[in-house]
């Protein structure tokens, strides 16, 4: 492994971002790092590839993960209006583009070099944690793919307007999607720790677990969603929150 990988893929991390905002400053929609968030680890890797010479299966399957993460986003929110999240930053304080930059961009970067490491430090060959990453992998692909396409179908329909979904996987889980991203970052550990050191980024996949379900993901959306969504509660209250479960009885 290249000495220099880790600081060449931070490098990388902030080039990624920082075109990101230039470009989302141009359209006036800084949503558009949502956009970016998955593409960002699939440049990673690739660099990360031709600079230290990392496992091609871990390489591959962010690249898959990321390619596909962003291509939803972008479907999602295009033509759409400004991020709520991002509107209310706007509106507050001084100087509200440098802190979007500095407080957003800036901390989504090293969030995507810090949550990247597992790449960074996989090492060509295959072995028992290769497979067993490959198809925890597998599981969380599954998960975010299928729930991001149930979500899609469920708000395509007019008559869902203001509804719940909790059918398919959103019967078991709030955030199937979610949960199989957290998934897609322990398979990529696993795969990780085939090779020494790759079992000490271990705080890796730890993060990206704890930004989903307890940080940036699960507990704002859903603070948002039930400002807007009366029966949400109800859902809340027989449905897992992250671990997919049995929904509780009525």
Request: charged share 15%.
């Amino acid at each position: 492994m290249n000495a220099f990988l880790p600081l060449i893929a931070l490098v990388t991390a902030l080039l990624v971002v920082t075109a990101t905002f230039g470009i989302a400053h141009l359209r006036g929609k800084y949503d558009t790092i949502d956009t970016a968030w998955g593409a960002g680890f699939a440049v990673i890797a690739a660099v990360s590839l031709v600079v230290g010479g990392i496992s091609p299966v871990a390489v591959a399957l962010t690249a898959v993960w990321g390619v596909r993460l962003s291509w939803h986003l972008h479907r999602r929110n295009a033509g759409g209006p400004e991020d709520r999240r991002y509107a209310a930053m706007l509106r507050k304080g001084k100087r509200p583009v440098l802190r979007m930059y500095a407080r957003t961009y800036l901390t989504q970067a090293v969030a995507m070099w810090f949550v990247s490491l597992p790449v960074q430090f996989s090492a060509p060959g295959a072995g028992a944690f290769t497979v067993a990453g490959v198809l925890v992998w597998l599981v969380g692909f599954g998960f975010e793919v299928v729930g991001d396409e149930q979500l899609r179908r469920f708000r395509a329909d007019p008559a869902n307007e203001g509804g719940v979904l909790d059918t398919g996987l959103w019967r078991y889980t709030r955030h199937p999607n979610y949960f199989g991203d957290a998934c897609v970052w322990w398979g990529l550990y696993l795969i990780a720790c085939q090779h020494w050191p790759g079992p000490l980024t271990v705080l890796s996949p730890l993060l990206m677990t704890w930004l989903l379900a307890r940080g940036t993901g699960k507990p704002m959306l859903e603070k948002d969603i039930e400002q807007r969504r009366p029966g949400y509660a109800d859902y809340v209250a027989r449905t897992s929150g992250f671990v997919p479960l049995p929904p509780k009885r009525s």
